[in-house]
T-cell receptor, first 114, second 115 residues
Framework: QKEVEQDPGPLSVPEGAIVSLNCTYS??????FMWYRQYSRKGPELLMY????GNKEDGRFTAQVDKSSKYISLFIRDSQPSDSATYLC??????????????FGKGTHLIIQP | DTGVSQDPRHKITKRGQNVTFRCDPI?????LYWYRQTLGQGPEFLTY????????KSRLLSDRFSAERPKGSFSTLEIQRTEQGDSAMYLC?????????????FGPGTRLTVT
């Protein structure tokens, strides 16, 4: 079992729909959770960052973390064709030492149909 | 400073040749990471520097790979005797403090094709 599981899709939804993306993980030490958006042949760009459990909202985006279930979600409201991209979840255990770089999911390819 | 930059953006090389990539991080970021991303996969950690010290290397980083950050600023990643399996996007990221602080910025990547 990989540390972070994410359905690669593709996920195709009509413009204006609410999109739900999610990841599950196995490492209970993860406590920092991020969502990145990656357009084709570009580097990932940070969308949302959450520490521990809870919700965080930024414009049309809402990130949710449920540490008890080891499950994180990203919701996109009023989806636009420009939201079409690959969405990567990423996590870090940061313990105060070592690299503690990010562990990524495979990414979900999202298509918003005009 | 507008972000992390990488050079070149694309590199096509023949099997067996050596290649070197450069990463310029955000100037105040003391941590620098190299990741590799293949098609349909998320980025995979390769190595990490804090200032000029290389503190961790993934087992993905074979002996043909070497990375440096000589003055704690820019970094280079060299691949010797390239193989077709090295074809991937090589991503550099930098951060101030630990990744969980939310300032973990990626560059645009260098896409390597080994023929």
């Amino acid at each position: 079992q990989k540390e972070v599981e994410q359905d690669p899709g593709p996920l195709s939804v009509p413009e204006g729909a609410i999109v739900s993306l999610n990841c599950t993980y196995s490492n209970s030490a993860f406590q920092y959770f991020m969502w990145y958006r990656q357009y084709s042949r570009k580097g990932p760009e940070l969308l949302m960052y959450t520490y521990s459990s809870g919700n965080k909202e930024d414009g049309r985006f809402t990130a949710q973390v449920d540490k008890s279930s080891k499950y994180i979600s990203l919701f996109i409201r009023d989806s636009q064709p420009s939201d079409s991209a690959t969405y990567l979840c990423a996590m870090s255990a940061w313990s105060g030492g070592g690299a503690d770089g990010l562990t990524f999911g495979k990414g979900t390819h999202l298509i918003i149909q005009p | 400073d507008t972000g992390v930059s990488q050079d070149p953006r694309h590199k096509i090389t023949k099997r067996g040749q050596n290649v070197t990539f450069r990463c310029d991080p955000i100037s105040e970021h003391n941590r620098l990471y190299w990741y590799r991303q293949t098609l349909g996969q998320g980025p995979e950690f390769l190595t990490y520097f804090q200032n000029e010290a290389q503190l961790e290397k993934s087992r993905l980083l074979s002996d043909r790979f070497s990375a440096e950050r000589p003055k704690g600023s820019f970094s280079t990643l060299e691949i010797q005797r390239t193989e077709q399996g090295d074809s991937a996007m090589y991503l550099c990221a930098s951060s101030l403090g630990h990744p969980g602080q939310g300032s973990f910025d990626f560059g645009p990547g260098t896409r390597l094709t080994v023929t």
